[in-house]
Protein backbone atom coordinates (compact mmCIF):
# COMPACT_ATOMS: atom_id res chain seq x y z
CA UNK A 1 0.00 0.00 0.00
CA UNK A 2 1.05 3.95 -0.75
CA UNK A 3 2.85 5.58 2.69
CA UNK A 4 3.30 1.92 3.88
CA UNK A 5 -0.08 2.20 5.36
CA UNK A 6 -1.30 -1.63 5.66
CA UNK A 7 -4.81 -2.23 4.12
CA UNK A 8 -7.79 -3.09 6.57
CA UNK A 9 -9.92 -6.04 6.90
CA UNK A 10 -13.09 -6.57 7.30
CA UNK A 11 -15.14 -9.53 7.93
CA UNK A 12 -19.18 -10.14 6.76
CA UNK A 13 -20.92 -12.88 6.03
CA UNK A 14 -21.71 -14.43 3.16
CA UNK A 15 -26.07 -13.74 1.85
CA UNK A 16 -26.17 -17.94 2.36
CA UNK A 17 -24.95 -17.65 5.71
CA UNK A 18 -27.96 -15.27 6.91
CA UNK A 19 -30.80 -17.51 4.83
CA UNK A 20 -29.43 -20.74 7.26
CA UNK A 21 -29.47 -18.18 10.21
CA UNK A 22 -33.51 -17.09 9.33
CA UNK A 23 -34.89 -20.78 8.98
CA UNK A 24 -32.47 -22.06 12.50
CA UNK A 25 -34.47 -18.81 14.10
CA UNK A 26 -37.75 -20.57 12.14
CA UNK A 27 -36.70 -23.62 13.56
CA UNK A 28 -36.26 -22.68 17.51
CA UNK A 29 -40.00 -20.69 16.77
CA UNK A 30 -41.58 -24.23 15.92
CA UNK A 31 -39.68 -25.89 18.79
CA UNK A 32 -40.49 -23.13 21.72
CA UNK A 33 -44.05 -22.35 20.46
CA UNK A 34 -45.82 -23.01 23.44
CA UNK A 35 -44.04 -20.93 25.43
CA UNK A 36 -43.39 -17.75 23.09
CA UNK A 37 -46.98 -17.81 22.19
CA UNK A 38 -47.98 -17.71 25.87
CA UNK A 39 -45.45 -15.02 26.51
CA UNK A 40 -46.90 -13.29 23.46
CA UNK A 41 -50.13 -13.70 24.96
CA UNK A 42 -48.98 -12.02 28.03
CA UNK A 43 -47.84 -9.08 26.30
CA UNK A 44 -51.36 -8.02 25.99
CA UNK A 45 -51.31 -6.95 29.64
CA UNK A 46 -50.29 -3.23 30.35
CA UNK A 47 -47.79 -4.65 32.61
CA UNK A 48 -45.92 -6.38 29.69
CA UNK A 49 -47.32 -4.18 26.64
CA UNK A 50 -42.92 -2.79 26.17
CA UNK A 51 -42.37 -6.97 25.23
CA UNK A 52 -43.25 -6.21 21.71
CA UNK A 53 -40.41 -3.96 21.21
CA UNK A 54 -37.66 -6.02 23.22
CA UNK A 55 -36.82 -8.14 20.30
CA UNK A 56 -36.67 -4.54 18.05
CA UNK A 57 -34.23 -3.04 20.55
CA UNK A 58 -32.11 -6.08 20.99
CA UNK A 59 -31.36 -5.94 16.90
CA UNK A 60 -31.06 -2.29 16.98
CA UNK A 61 -28.33 -2.79 20.06
CA UNK A 62 -26.75 -5.61 18.30
CA UNK A 63 -26.54 -3.39 14.85
CA UNK A 64 -24.70 -0.79 16.95
CA UNK A 65 -21.68 -3.02 17.44
CA UNK A 66 -21.42 -3.80 13.73
CA UNK A 67 -18.07 -2.04 13.13
CA UNK A 68 -16.59 -3.77 16.48
CA UNK A 69 -18.03 -7.04 15.33
CA UNK A 70 -16.69 -6.64 11.62
CA UNK A 71 -13.27 -6.42 12.25
CA UNK A 72 -13.37 -9.90 14.36
CA UNK A 73 -12.98 -13.07 12.36
CA UNK A 74 -14.97 -15.23 14.72
CA UNK A 75 -14.02 -18.57 15.77
CA UNK A 76 -15.96 -21.76 17.15
CA UNK A 77 -16.83 -21.93 20.84
CA UNK A 78 -17.99 -25.48 21.90
CA UNK A 79 -19.39 -23.47 24.95
CA UNK A 80 -21.71 -22.08 23.00
CA UNK A 81 -22.82 -25.91 22.31
CA UNK A 82 -23.00 -26.70 26.08
CA UNK A 83 -25.18 -23.75 26.62
CA UNK A 84 -27.57 -25.01 23.59
CA UNK A 85 -27.34 -28.43 25.38
CA UNK A 86 -28.80 -26.40 28.68
CA UNK A 87 -31.41 -24.88 27.17
CA UNK A 88 -32.26 -28.43 25.04
CA UNK A 89 -32.76 -30.07 28.28
CA UNK A 90 -34.57 -26.57 29.87
CA UNK A 91 -36.93 -27.01 26.94
CA UNK A 92 -37.90 -31.00 27.86
CA UNK A 93 -38.12 -30.09 31.61
CA UNK A 94 -40.50 -27.52 30.53
CA UNK A 95 -42.49 -29.47 28.19
CA UNK A 96 -42.52 -32.45 30.43
CA UNK A 97 -44.04 -30.33 33.28
CA UNK A 98 -46.38 -28.12 30.60
CA UNK A 99 -44.76 -25.13 32.63
CA UNK A 100 -44.78 -22.27 30.48
CA UNK A 101 -42.41 -20.29 32.33
CA UNK A 102 -39.36 -22.85 32.15
CA UNK A 103 -39.72 -23.42 28.11
CA UNK A 104 -40.14 -19.25 28.09
CA UNK A 105 -36.14 -19.59 29.68
CA UNK A 106 -35.11 -22.53 27.85
CA UNK A 107 -35.95 -20.08 24.57
CA UNK A 108 -33.34 -17.86 25.98
CA UNK A 109 -30.65 -19.48 26.99
CA UNK A 110 -30.56 -21.78 23.41
CA UNK A 111 -30.47 -17.90 21.78
CA UNK A 112 -28.00 -16.89 24.13
CA UNK A 113 -26.00 -20.73 23.08
CA UNK A 114 -26.90 -19.76 19.76
CA UNK A 115 -24.84 -16.40 19.55
CA UNK A 116 -21.91 -17.92 20.83
CA UNK A 117 -21.33 -20.13 18.50
CA UNK A 118 -21.98 -17.68 15.74
CA UNK A 119 -19.89 -14.88 17.21
CA UNK A 120 -17.47 -16.61 19.26
CA UNK A 121 -16.13 -15.55 22.99
CA UNK A 122 -14.28 -12.24 21.21
CA UNK A 123 -17.81 -11.66 19.69
CA UNK A 124 -20.01 -12.28 22.59
CA UNK A 125 -17.82 -9.52 24.86
CA UNK A 126 -19.45 -7.05 22.63
CA UNK A 127 -23.45 -8.03 22.41
CA UNK A 128 -23.76 -10.39 25.75
CA UNK A 129 -24.99 -7.06 27.57
CA UNK A 130 -27.76 -6.47 24.35
CA UNK A 131 -28.64 -9.99 24.41
CA UNK A 132 -29.44 -10.03 28.34
CA UNK A 133 -32.12 -7.33 27.78
CA UNK A 134 -33.88 -10.08 26.33
CA UNK A 135 -35.00 -11.58 29.48
CA UNK A 136 -37.24 -8.42 30.34
CA UNK A 137 -39.77 -9.52 27.85
CA UNK A 138 -40.46 -12.61 29.73
CA UNK A 139 -43.95 -12.34 32.26
CA UNK A 140 -43.15 -12.73 35.87
CA UNK A 141 -44.37 -16.18 37.43
CA UNK A 142 -47.53 -15.75 38.54
CA UNK A 143 -46.91 -16.49 42.22
CA UNK A 144 -43.94 -13.52 42.31
CA UNK A 145 -46.49 -11.44 40.49
CA UNK A 146 -49.59 -11.91 42.73
CA UNK A 147 -47.05 -10.76 46.17
CA UNK A 148 -45.24 -8.14 44.61
CA UNK A 149 -48.42 -6.54 43.31
CA UNK A 150 -50.25 -7.46 47.02
CA UNK A 151 -47.02 -5.44 48.38
CA UNK A 152 -47.17 -2.98 45.56
CA UNK A 153 -50.91 -2.26 46.46
CA UNK A 154 -50.53 -1.31 50.27
CA UNK A 155 -47.32 0.74 49.79
CA UNK A 156 -49.15 2.52 47.10
CA UNK A 157 -51.98 3.09 49.60
CA UNK A 158 -50.09 4.11 52.61
CA UNK A 159 -48.29 6.75 50.71
CA UNK A 160 -50.94 7.88 48.27
CA UNK A 161 -52.90 9.08 51.85
CA UNK A 162 -49.75 10.47 53.27
CA UNK A 163 -49.73 12.93 49.92
CA UNK A 164 -53.87 13.53 50.58
CA UNK A 165 -53.48 14.22 54.43
CA UNK A 166 -50.65 16.77 52.88
CA UNK A 167 -53.09 18.63 51.20
CA UNK A 168 -55.10 18.96 54.12
CA UNK A 169 -58.07 16.54 53.25
CA UNK A 170 -59.74 14.23 56.00
CA UNK A 171 -58.94 10.51 54.97
CA UNK A 172 -59.37 7.09 56.65
CA UNK A 173 -56.85 4.03 55.33
CA UNK A 174 -58.40 0.38 55.47
CA UNK A 175 -55.83 -2.08 53.97
CA UNK A 176 -56.13 -1.08 50.10
CA UNK A 177 -59.13 1.06 50.80
CA UNK A 178 -59.12 4.47 51.07
CA UNK A 179 -62.13 6.16 52.86
CA UNK A 180 -62.57 9.67 52.06
CA UNK A 181 -66.13 10.13 53.85
CA UNK A 182 -68.32 10.50 50.79
CA UNK A 183 -66.18 8.32 48.43
CA UNK A 184 -64.31 4.93 48.91
CA UNK A 185 -61.05 4.50 46.42
CA UNK A 186 -60.14 0.85 46.19
CA UNK A 187 -55.95 0.62 44.82
CA UNK A 188 -56.87 -2.65 42.77
CA UNK A 189 -54.21 -4.23 40.90
CA UNK A 190 -54.37 -1.94 37.83
CA UNK A 191 -53.35 0.80 40.43
CA UNK A 192 -50.17 -1.20 42.27
CA UNK A 193 -47.75 0.69 39.98
CA UNK A 194 -46.08 -2.63 38.05
CA UNK A 195 -47.56 -1.61 34.68
CA UNK A 196 -45.20 1.41 34.94
CA UNK A 197 -42.88 -0.80 37.03
CA UNK A 198 -41.86 -3.51 34.40
CA UNK A 199 -41.68 -0.95 31.49
CA UNK A 200 -39.59 1.73 33.75
CA UNK A 201 -37.28 -0.66 34.31
CA UNK A 202 -36.44 -1.69 30.51
CA UNK A 203 -35.58 1.71 30.17
CA UNK A 204 -33.84 2.14 32.94
CA UNK A 205 -31.36 -0.70 31.87
CA UNK A 206 -31.14 1.07 28.56
CA UNK A 207 -29.93 3.89 30.16
CA UNK A 208 -27.53 2.53 32.45
CA UNK A 209 -26.05 1.02 29.11
CA UNK A 210 -25.81 4.09 26.81
CA UNK A 211 -24.86 5.96 30.22
CA UNK A 212 -21.10 6.45 30.14
CA UNK A 213 -19.81 6.49 33.13
CA UNK A 214 -18.96 4.57 36.55
CA UNK A 215 -20.24 0.81 36.93
CA UNK A 216 -21.79 2.02 40.28
CA UNK A 217 -23.74 4.71 38.58
CA UNK A 218 -24.96 2.89 36.23
CA UNK A 219 -26.55 0.63 38.77
CA UNK A 220 -28.01 3.87 40.70
CA UNK A 221 -29.82 4.56 37.38
CA UNK A 222 -31.29 0.98 37.21
CA UNK A 223 -32.16 0.34 40.37
CA UNK A 224 -33.85 4.04 41.08
CA UNK A 225 -36.51 2.81 38.60
CA UNK A 226 -38.26 1.23 41.11
CA UNK A 227 -38.77 3.75 43.90
CA UNK A 228 -39.37 6.11 41.56
CA UNK A 229 -41.94 4.23 40.24
CA UNK A 230 -43.49 3.59 43.17
CA UNK A 231 -42.97 6.95 44.59
CA UNK A 232 -44.77 8.58 41.31
CA UNK A 233 -47.37 5.81 41.41
CA UNK A 234 -48.55 6.66 45.25
CA UNK A 235 -48.66 10.71 44.30
CA UNK A 236 -51.09 9.68 41.38
CA UNK A 237 -53.15 8.02 43.77
CA UNK A 238 -52.88 10.96 46.09
CA UNK A 239 -54.11 13.74 43.54
CA UNK A 240 -56.35 11.22 42.58
CA UNK A 241 -57.66 11.07 46.52
CA UNK A 242 -57.53 14.94 46.45
CA UNK A 243 -59.20 15.80 42.68
CA UNK A 244 -62.29 12.90 44.26
CA UNK A 245 -62.73 14.75 47.77
CA UNK A 246 -63.06 18.10 45.41
CA UNK A 247 -65.00 17.55 42.37
CA UNK A 248 -66.38 13.85 42.94
CA UNK A 249 -66.00 10.14 41.47
CA UNK A 250 -65.65 11.17 37.89
CA UNK A 251 -61.71 12.52 38.48
CA UNK A 252 -60.89 8.51 39.29
CA UNK A 253 -62.37 7.46 35.92
CA UNK A 254 -62.72 7.34 32.46
CA UNK A 255 -60.29 9.66 30.61
CA UNK A 256 -59.01 11.44 33.54
CA UNK A 257 -57.98 8.00 34.77
CA UNK A 258 -55.51 6.54 31.88
CA UNK A 259 -54.45 10.19 30.78
CA UNK A 260 -52.82 10.28 34.52
CA UNK A 261 -50.85 7.22 33.90
CA UNK A 262 -49.92 8.46 31.10
CA UNK A 263 -48.04 11.28 32.63
CA UNK A 264 -47.30 9.67 35.32
CA UNK A 265 -44.95 7.74 33.52
CA UNK A 266 -43.77 10.72 31.62
CA UNK A 267 -43.15 12.06 35.20
CA UNK A 268 -41.21 8.91 35.95
CA UNK A 269 -39.09 9.02 32.73
CA UNK A 270 -38.50 12.95 33.27
CA UNK A 271 -37.33 11.91 36.74
CA UNK A 272 -34.97 9.28 35.63
CA UNK A 273 -33.39 11.63 32.56
CA UNK A 274 -33.22 14.42 35.63
CA UNK A 275 -31.23 11.53 37.80
CA UNK A 276 -28.19 10.87 34.72
CA UNK A 277 -28.10 15.02 34.83
CA UNK A 278 -26.85 15.03 38.12
CA UNK A 279 -24.89 11.68 38.08
CA UNK A 280 -23.07 13.23 35.24
CA UNK A 281 -21.81 16.12 37.37
CA UNK A 282 -20.71 14.24 39.85
CA UNK A 283 -16.88 12.49 40.05
CA UNK A 284 -14.08 13.35 37.25
CA UNK A 285 -15.93 13.42 34.59
CA UNK A 286 -18.25 15.75 35.98
CA UNK A 287 -17.34 19.02 33.34
CA UNK A 288 -18.69 16.74 30.56
CA UNK A 289 -22.38 17.16 29.51
CA UNK A 290 -25.17 14.67 29.23
CA UNK A 291 -25.72 14.60 26.01
CA UNK A 292 -21.32 13.37 25.60
CA UNK A 293 -21.93 10.95 28.76
CA UNK A 294 -25.47 9.98 27.16
CA UNK A 295 -24.60 8.95 24.05
CA UNK A 296 -26.97 7.32 21.81
CA UNK A 297 -24.01 6.16 18.88
CA UNK A 298 -24.37 4.97 15.38
CA UNK A 299 -21.76 2.59 14.10
CA UNK A 300 -18.84 3.88 11.83
CA UNK A 301 -18.83 3.10 8.57
CA UNK A 302 -16.91 0.25 6.97
CA UNK A 303 -13.43 1.99 6.14
CA UNK A 304 -13.11 3.35 2.10
CA UNK A 305 -11.15 0.58 0.34
CA UNK A 306 -11.01 -2.20 3.09
CA UNK A 307 -10.35 -5.67 2.00
CA UNK A 308 -13.51 -7.73 2.52
CA UNK A 309 -13.49 -11.35 3.54
CA UNK A 310 -16.08 -13.57 4.03
CA UNK A 311 -16.40 -15.49 7.21
CA UNK A 312 -16.85 -19.30 7.52
CA UNK A 313 -19.91 -21.34 8.98
CA UNK A 314 -18.88 -22.26 12.10
CA UNK A 315 -18.70 -26.13 13.17
CA UNK A 316 -20.26 -25.38 16.54
CA UNK A 317 -23.17 -23.80 15.06
CA UNK A 318 -23.61 -26.42 12.42
CA UNK A 319 -23.78 -29.30 15.23
CA UNK A 320 -26.08 -27.27 16.80
CA UNK A 321 -28.25 -26.63 14.47
CA UNK A 322 -28.14 -30.73 13.77
CA UNK A 323 -29.11 -30.84 17.68
CA UNK A 324 -31.94 -28.77 17.03
CA UNK A 325 -33.38 -30.28 14.51
CA UNK A 326 -33.27 -33.47 16.55
CA UNK A 327 -35.06 -32.06 19.10
CA UNK A 328 -37.71 -30.34 16.90
CA UNK A 329 -38.36 -34.14 15.64
CA UNK A 330 -38.73 -35.54 19.34
CA UNK A 331 -40.78 -32.55 20.04
CA UNK A 332 -43.69 -34.01 18.36
CA UNK A 333 -43.45 -37.33 20.73
CA UNK A 334 -43.26 -35.13 24.23
CA UNK A 335 -46.41 -33.16 22.76
CA UNK A 336 -48.09 -36.49 22.89
CA UNK A 337 -47.85 -36.13 26.85
CA UNK A 338 -51.30 -34.77 28.39
CA UNK A 339 -51.60 -32.87 31.48
CA UNK A 340 -54.73 -35.29 33.19
CA UNK A 341 -57.45 -32.56 34.66
CA UNK A 342 -59.28 -34.93 37.35
CA UNK A 343 -62.69 -35.83 36.97
CA UNK A 344 -64.48 -34.23 39.95
CA UNK A 345 -67.95 -32.87 41.81
CA UNK A 346 -68.58 -29.29 40.96
CA UNK A 347 -68.87 -27.10 43.97
CA UNK A 348 -72.52 -26.15 43.04
CA UNK A 349 -73.65 -29.18 44.50
CA UNK A 350 -71.55 -29.14 47.66
CA UNK A 351 -73.77 -30.13 50.64
CA UNK A 352 -74.60 -26.87 52.77
CA UNK A 353 -75.53 -29.43 56.18
CA UNK A 354 -72.49 -30.69 57.19
CA UNK A 355 -73.34 -31.96 60.57
CA UNK A 356 -74.06 -29.82 62.95
CA UNK A 357 -73.49 -26.70 60.87
CA UNK A 358 -75.60 -25.40 58.28
CA UNK A 359 -74.59 -23.18 55.41
CA UNK A 360 -75.66 -20.30 53.20
CA UNK A 361 -73.95 -20.25 49.88
CA UNK A 362 -72.69 -16.34 48.83
CA UNK A 363 -71.25 -15.42 45.74
CA UNK A 364 -67.65 -13.32 44.93
CA UNK A 365 -67.88 -10.48 43.08
CA UNK A 366 -66.78 -10.71 39.36
CA UNK A 367 -64.34 -8.18 39.67
CA UNK A 368 -62.56 -10.76 42.31
CA UNK A 369 -63.43 -13.51 39.68
CA UNK A 370 -61.41 -12.40 37.15
CA UNK A 371 -58.45 -11.32 39.20
CA UNK A 372 -58.33 -14.80 40.86
CA UNK A 373 -58.59 -16.91 37.66
CA UNK A 374 -60.11 -19.98 39.13
CA UNK A 375 -62.03 -23.07 37.91
CA UNK A 376 -64.35 -23.12 40.47
CA UNK A 377 -64.97 -21.64 44.08
CA UNK A 378 -67.26 -21.93 46.78
CA UNK A 379 -67.92 -19.44 49.37
CA UNK A 380 -70.74 -19.84 52.28
CA UNK A 381 -71.39 -18.87 55.68
CA UNK A 382 -71.93 -22.32 58.00
CA UNK A 383 -74.00 -21.77 61.35
CA UNK A 384 -73.28 -24.15 64.22
CA UNK A 385 -76.69 -22.97 65.56
CA UNK A 386 -75.69 -21.02 68.77
CA UNK A 387 -75.27 -17.86 66.47
CA UNK A 388 -71.08 -19.12 65.68
CA UNK A 389 -70.44 -18.43 62.19
CA UNK A 390 -67.42 -19.69 60.14
CA UNK A 391 -67.15 -18.73 56.54
CA UNK A 392 -65.73 -21.85 54.04
CA UNK A 393 -64.03 -20.46 51.12
CA UNK A 394 -62.25 -22.98 48.14
CA UNK A 395 -61.21 -22.51 45.12
CA UNK A 396 -60.01 -24.64 42.63
CA UNK A 397 -58.03 -25.15 39.37
CA UNK A 398 -58.01 -27.68 37.37
CA UNK A 399 -54.58 -26.20 35.75
CA UNK A 400 -51.74 -24.61 36.74
CA UNK A 401 -49.65 -24.64 34.23
CA UNK A 402 -50.48 -21.05 32.74
CA UNK A 403 -49.11 -19.91 35.64
CA UNK A 404 -52.87 -19.46 37.73
CA UNK A 405 -52.04 -20.28 40.88
CA UNK A 406 -54.38 -19.81 44.20
CA UNK A 407 -53.32 -16.73 45.85
CA UNK A 408 -51.76 -17.09 49.15
CA UNK A 409 -53.97 -15.41 52.59
CA UNK A 410 -50.92 -14.23 53.34
CA UNK A 411 -51.06 -11.71 50.34
CA UNK A 412 -54.96 -11.00 50.28
CA UNK A 413 -55.69 -10.37 54.18
CA UNK A 414 -53.19 -7.25 54.46
CA UNK A 415 -55.29 -5.67 51.12
CA UNK A 416 -58.82 -5.85 52.96
CA UNK A 417 -57.02 -4.06 56.03
CA UNK A 418 -56.77 -6.97 58.47
CA UNK A 419 -53.13 -6.95 60.26
CA UNK A 420 -51.48 -10.25 61.12
CA UNK A 421 -50.65 -10.51 64.48
CA UNK A 422 -50.06 -14.48 65.18
CA UNK A 423 -49.12 -17.10 62.39
CA UNK A 424 -48.36 -20.44 62.83
CA UNK A 425 -48.69 -24.46 61.92
CA UNK A 426 -51.53 -26.42 63.53
CA UNK A 427 -52.12 -30.34 63.69
CA UNK A 428 -55.99 -30.91 63.54
CA UNK A 429 -56.22 -34.25 64.87
CA UNK A 430 -59.38 -36.33 63.75
CA UNK A 431 -58.51 -34.72 60.19
CA UNK A 432 -56.92 -36.21 57.63
CA UNK A 433 -55.83 -39.50 56.36
CA UNK A 434 -54.14 -42.92 57.18
CA UNK A 435 -53.46 -41.73 60.71
CA UNK A 436 -51.65 -38.78 59.19
CA UNK A 437 -53.14 -35.30 61.10
CA UNK A 438 -54.35 -32.40 58.83
CA UNK A 439 -51.73 -29.34 59.13
CA UNK A 440 -53.21 -26.06 58.63
CA UNK A 441 -51.96 -22.33 59.15
CA UNK A 442 -53.41 -20.62 62.28
CA UNK A 443 -53.27 -16.48 61.15
CA UNK A 444 -54.80 -14.56 64.43
CA UNK A 445 -55.74 -11.01 62.28
CA UNK A 446 -57.73 -8.25 63.59
CA UNK A 447 -58.91 -5.04 61.85
CA UNK A 448 -59.27 -2.06 64.53
CA UNK A 449 -61.29 -3.48 67.55
CA UNK A 450 -62.31 -6.46 64.97
CA UNK A 451 -60.69 -9.75 65.11
CA UNK A 452 -60.87 -13.21 63.31
CA UNK A 453 -58.92 -16.43 63.41
CA UNK A 454 -58.06 -18.15 59.99
CA UNK A 455 -57.05 -21.69 58.99
CA UNK A 456 -55.88 -22.17 55.60
CA UNK A 457 -54.38 -24.75 53.78
CA UNK A 458 -53.40 -25.66 50.33
CA UNK A 459 -54.95 -28.95 49.00
CA UNK A 460 -52.89 -30.22 46.00
CA UNK A 461 -53.20 -33.40 44.45
CA UNK A 462 -53.37 -35.61 47.45
CA UNK A 463 -50.83 -33.49 49.65
CA UNK A 464 -51.44 -30.79 52.41
CA UNK A 465 -49.29 -28.27 52.65
CA UNK A 466 -48.72 -24.90 54.34
CA UNK A 467 -45.69 -23.77 52.80
CA UNK A 468 -46.41 -21.44 49.77
CA UNK A 469 -43.05 -22.08 48.68
CA UNK A 470 -43.23 -25.58 48.79
CA UNK A 471 -46.91 -25.40 47.06
CA UNK A 472 -44.60 -23.97 43.64
CA UNK A 473 -41.96 -27.08 44.31
CA UNK A 474 -44.45 -29.67 44.04
CA UNK A 475 -46.55 -28.08 41.20
CA UNK A 476 -43.47 -28.40 38.98
CA UNK A 477 -42.99 -32.02 40.25
CA UNK A 478 -46.20 -33.05 40.35
CA UNK A 479 -46.38 -31.97 36.78
CA UNK A 480 -43.23 -34.00 35.81
CA UNK A 481 -43.88 -36.81 36.98
CA UNK A 482 -47.98 -37.29 37.52
CA UNK A 483 -48.95 -34.49 34.41
CA UNK A 484 -51.16 -32.89 36.71
CA UNK A 485 -51.03 -29.20 37.98
CA UNK A 486 -54.87 -29.02 39.79
CA UNK A 487 -54.97 -27.86 42.82
CA UNK A 488 -56.91 -25.72 45.76
CA UNK A 489 -56.78 -23.62 48.35
CA UNK A 490 -58.84 -24.20 51.45
CA UNK A 491 -59.36 -21.13 54.04
CA UNK A 492 -61.64 -21.19 57.21
CA UNK A 493 -62.18 -17.72 58.71
CA UNK A 494 -64.35 -17.39 62.26
CA UNK A 495 -65.14 -13.75 63.97
CA UNK A 496 -63.49 -13.60 67.56
CA UNK A 497 -66.35 -11.95 69.53
CA UNK A 498 -65.37 -9.55 72.53
CA UNK A 499 -63.94 -11.38 75.49
CA UNK A 500 -64.28 -14.98 74.06
CA UNK A 501 -61.76 -16.75 74.55
CA UNK A 502 -59.42 -17.72 71.90
CA UNK A 503 -59.26 -21.50 73.12
CA UNK A 504 -63.06 -21.54 72.58
CA UNK A 505 -62.62 -20.33 68.91
CA UNK A 506 -60.53 -22.78 68.19
CA UNK A 507 -62.46 -25.68 69.17
CA UNK A 508 -64.74 -24.26 67.09
CA UNK A 509 -62.60 -23.64 63.69
CA UNK A 510 -61.47 -27.54 64.58
CA UNK A 511 -64.75 -29.42 65.29
CA UNK A 512 -65.85 -27.45 61.77
CA UNK A 513 -62.32 -28.61 60.15
CA UNK A 514 -63.50 -32.49 61.32
CA UNK A 515 -66.42 -32.09 59.79
CA UNK A 516 -65.60 -30.98 56.11
CA UNK A 517 -62.39 -32.06 55.51
CA UNK A 518 -63.54 -35.73 54.37
CA UNK A 519 -66.45 -33.70 52.59
CA UNK A 520 -63.93 -32.00 50.59
CA UNK A 521 -62.40 -35.25 49.08
CA UNK A 522 -65.54 -35.59 45.92
CA UNK A 523 -64.38 -31.99 45.29
CA UNK A 524 -60.79 -31.78 45.36
CA UNK A 525 -59.05 -34.82 43.97
CA UNK A 526 -56.65 -37.10 45.42
CA UNK A 527 -53.36 -38.54 44.62
CA UNK A 528 -55.15 -41.35 42.94
CA UNK A 529 -57.59 -40.71 40.60
CA UNK A 530 -59.66 -43.00 37.82
CA UNK A 531 -57.99 -42.33 34.03
CA UNK A 532 -60.35 -43.81 32.55
CA UNK A 533 -63.00 -41.25 33.92
CA UNK A 534 -60.82 -38.20 33.38
CA UNK A 535 -59.55 -38.80 29.54
CA UNK A 536 -62.41 -37.34 28.16
CA UNK A 537 -61.39 -34.19 29.85
CA UNK A 538 -57.79 -34.39 29.28
CA UNK A 539 -56.28 -31.46 28.16
CA UNK A 540 -53.83 -31.69 24.96
CA UNK A 541 -50.70 -29.36 24.77
CA UNK A 542 -51.10 -28.93 21.07
Known amino acids: MEDGLKQQTIWKEPAWIWIGLLGLFGLLGTIFYDGLSAMVRAWGREEYSHGYMIPLVVAFLVWQRKDQLEKIQFSDSWVGVVIVLLGIGLYFLGELSTLYIIIQYAFLVTVFGIAFCMVGREGMRKIWVPLLFLGFMIPLPSFLFNNLSSLLQLISSQLGVSVIRFFGVSVYLEGNVIDLGNYQLQVVEACNGLRYLFPLMSLAFLCAYFFKGALWKRAVIFISSIPITVLMNSFRIGVTGVLVDYKGIAMAEGFLHDFEGWFIFM ?216 NRTDGALVRLTTLVMPNEDIKEVEERLDDFTKSVAGVLDDYVPGDTIDTSVTAPQVAIRK
Not at 430 to 458: C, H, M, S
Not at 459 to 480: M, P, S
Open 267 to 482: SCLGVLIAEMWVLSKIGRDGSRPLREVFGLDFPNPSPEGAAIRYRSLPKSLVFSAFLLVITAASSFLVVQREEVIPSRADFSGFPLQIGSWQGTGERMEQIYIDALKFDDYIMANFDNGAGKVINFYVAYYGSQRKGESAHSPRSCLPGDGWQMTGLTVKSIEGAGTNGIPLRVNRVEIQKGDYKQLVYYWFNQRGRVITNEYLVKWYLFWDALTK
